[in-house]
């Protein structure tokens, strides 16, 4: 299964950081597909930058992707673009805009992180825990 997770909102929340860690040791492929827009960011953060920061959350992932724009609009279709080509199933993402674009422009299943809810994650997590 290729699963994609947001990093800047998403990845940072402890239990998806987790529930990435448990889906990458059951043999998933994990897609950092996070926004690198000037314009749509808070701050810019560069690949560099971004690898750091999942070092730091211990998150192991197959591929980051860089998604590029100057417009939310622009980095929804770019992230959409990733999901296509990567072949990505499931992703995450704690943007609304985001996820409304890529559920337009992707067949891939859109989650959108809302509040932490241990309940679906403990969910997640038992179905790719190793015996």
């Keep these: 299964m290729k699963v994609g997770f947001d990093l800047d909102g998403t990845l940072d929340r402890p239990e998806l ?3 990435a860690r448990v889906l990458y040791d059951a043999g998933c492929e994990i897609h ?20 750091k920061k999942l070092l730091r959350l211990g998150v192991l992932y197959t591929e980051l992707h860089l998604a590029a724009g100057t417009t939310f609009s622009e980095v929804g279709q770019e992230k959409a673009r990733i999901i296509r080509e990567q072949g990505i199933e499931v992703m ?4 609304t805009t985001f996820c409304n674009m890529m559920e337009e422009h992707s067949d891939a299943v859109i989650l959108r992180v809302r509040e ?11 179905r790719y825990k190793r015996s």
Excluded: C, G
């Design 17 to 19: 950081a987790q529930l």
């Design 92 to 95: 995450f993402d704690d943007s």
């Design 32 to 51: 950092v597909i996070t926004a690198n827009a000037i314009a749509v960011a808070k701050y810019y953060q560069t690949r560099e930058d971004k690898e």
């Design 116 to 126: 932490p809810n241990e309940r679906v994650a403990a969910k997640l997590f038992s």
